[in-house]
């Protein structure tokens, strides 16, 4: 099991830059595959990004250009840089962890075994 910690969300204006990142705790950070996840109220939790234990990454094709995920294994943190934001872009962001990679079902939220809290991400026109 990893518990995980997101921080870095906030207001910013349409266009704007931010960088959430996602603390992990547990030996086995390394070898699992961390993923970003973002939900608004009403709807179903959508796929942002992931990055393997190899680092290979996969985006949204909504996100693709615009965000990058990272990680620091030596450090048991994966980061989420997000440039011109938009204000579809608004909504709460989790970090999700999970011991396996299937490039069939990577973004689907089931494939994912624990999460952060969240946080809130706000981009105002």
């Known amino acids: 099991q990893v518990q995980l910690v997101e921080t870095g969300g906030g207001l910013v204006q349409a266009g704007g830059s931010l960088r959430l990142s996602c603390a992990a705790s547990?030996?086995?950070?390394?070898?699992?595959?961390m993923g970003w996840f973002r939900q608004v109220p009403g709807k179903e939790r959508e796929f942002v990004a992931v990055?393997?234990?190899?680092?290979?990454?996969y985006y949204a094709d909504s996100v693709k250009g615009r965000f990058t995920i990272s990680r620091d294994n030596a450090k048991n943190t994966v980061s989420l840089q997000m440039n011109s934001l938009n204000v579809e872009d608004t909504a709460i962001y989790y970090c999700a962890a999970s011991p396996q990679f299937d490039e069939r079902s990577y973004n689907n939220p089931r494939t994912y075994a624990d999460w952060g809290q969240g946080t809130q991400v706000t981009v105002s026109s």
């Open positions: 990055i393997t234990w190899n680092r290979y990454t």
């Open positions: 547990g030996r086995t950070f390394s070898s699992h595959s």
